[in-house]
Nanobody, 123 residues
């Protein structure tokens, strides 16, 4: 059974940083792409970053380029999202997701989702 769990959220001031972690289990880590998504209440879920160990592709949303970095540790089954220079508009629930065939930022293409972690950035 594919399982994903996001953690590491919290409250941070604008300009600060957080590192989110996604723990993945129940599948061969190298066969799947992992994506980070976020959702603010009342808004659609937005793709933030994704990484594929199959083709080594990494994608970032324009809104986070230069501030966020996605990385993975296959041995530990972990994917990280380092978020620097956080802005109030980054406030959202962040989710990690996995898919065997798609490695982009379109959320509806991902089959497996974990519970989210809340990131709140105060101004």
């Amino acid at each position: 059974e594919v399982q994903l769990q996001a953690s590491g959220g919290g409250l941070v001031q604008a300009g600060g940083y957080l590192r989110l972690s996604c723990t993945a289990s129940g599948f061969t880590f190298g066969d799947y792409a992992i994506g980070w998504f976020r959702q603010d209440p009342g808004k659609e879920r937005e793709g933030v970053a994704s990484i594929s160990t199959i083709d080594h592709n990494i994608h970032y949303a324009d809104s986070v380029k230069g501030r966020f970095t996605i990385s993975s540790d296959g041995a530990k089954g972990m994917v990280y999202l380092q978020m620097n220079n956080l802005k109030p508009e980054d406030t959202a629930i962040y989710y990690c997701a996995a898919d065997k065939y798609y490695s982009g930022l379109y959320s509806k293409a991902y089959d497996y989702w974990g519970q989210g972690t809340l990131v709140t950035v105060s101004s």
